[in-house]
């Protein structure tokens, strides 16, 4: 999902996962993120930052610089 879901859409979806408590999940899809192409990845980080998810746009952010 993480590597396919629209950037608008992976905040609700993080959340989603977040209150059923499937972290596992949320790290999945964090992390086929980091493997997107780069735009992809940053308009993620982006989305996920205006809906407040600082946690994760943070883990994101490290996923791609561990990726460099």
């Known amino acids: ?19 059923a408590g499937a972290e596992e999940a949320v790290e999945t899809m964090l992390n086929a993120a980091a493997d997107r192409d780069v735009q992809a990845s940053l308009n993620i980080t982006a989305a ?6 600082l946690g994760d746009a943070r883990a994101l952010l490290s996923a791609l610089r561990d990726d460099a």
Not at 1 to 19: E, I, K, N, T
Not at 48 to 53: F, R, S, T, V
């Open 1 to 19: 999902m993480g590597s396919s879901l629209p950037s608008s859409d992976f905040p609700l979806a993080v959340a989603s996962y977040r209150q």
């Open 48 to 53: 996920l930052l205006e809906e407040g998810h």
